[in-house]
Each structure stands twice: as C-alpha cells, then as structure tokens.
C-alpha cells in the first residue's frame, strides 16, 4: 500500500520559516519524482517544487523561487521542503505527491495527473 505522509505545518507570522516533511512507503522511491503542492481557499491547486528522481534536479515555482527550498533523502524516503521568509499568500494546504513519469510536477494543475497524494498539511502564515 503506498503512503505519503505530511508533517511540519502550523501557524507562524510573517517572515517566519517552516520545514516540510513528506515520507513514502509502499513504492520505490528513488525511482519517483515528488512534488509539493498547496491549496488555498477558493484557489485552485498549484504546484510550488518538485524534486526528480534521479540526481535530484529541482524545478521551483516562480512565486516561492528564493524563499522554498526542496531536498530528497533517499535513505529515509523522505523529501523536505524548506520555507522561508513565509508570506499570507503561503496560506493554504500543502500536499506532498509522487510520479514515475512525470519529473518536473510545478505546471500540474489537477490532482488526476500524478499518481500518488498524500492528504495534507496545513500552513497558515499571519500575523
């Protein structure tokens, strides 16, 4: 059975930063490509970063470029995302999702597209 599983979010002010935790099992992982998503309200789904499977090539989303950083670990079946300097438009809900074919995850705009999905954290970022 695979599993994602989401950890890190919570409710922090401005310019704070939050660590992002995405952990898989069920598949093997080093052959996937894993993304971050996130949600907000009323918005539709929007991908934010992507790590490839192999030799860990990155893809960014322009609105979190400079601020997000993503990371795999191949030994922990884990993939980190980095947030910094966090802004209100970083509210929402962050998924975390894995792809055998499709490496670079920041144009998918609909959940059909990639295989596996993890089922959320939250982020809210206020002051």
């Known amino acids: 059975q695979v599993q994602l599983v989401e950890s890190g979010g919570g409710s922090v002010e401005p310019g704070a930063s939050l660590r992002l935790s995405c952990t898989v099992s069920g598949l093997p992982f080093e052959y996937y490509a894993v993304g971050w998503f996130r949600q907000a309200p009323g918005k539709e789904l929007e991908g934010v970063a992507s790590v490839h499977s192999r030799g860990g090539a990155t893809n960014y989303a322009d609105s979190i470029l400079g601020r997000f950083t993503i990371h795999r670990d191949n030994a922990k079946n884990t993939v980190y995302l980095q947030m910094d300097n966090l802004k209100p438009e970083d509210t929402g809900v962050y998924y975390c999702?894995?792809?055998?074919?499709?490496?670079?995850?920041?144009?998918?705009?609909?959940?059909?597209?990639?295989?596996?999905w993890g089922q959320g954290t939250q982020v809210t970022v206020s002051s």
């Open positions: 999702a894995a792809d055998r074919q499709i490496e670079n995850m920041v144009p998918v705009t609909t959940r059909w597209m990639i295989d596996n």
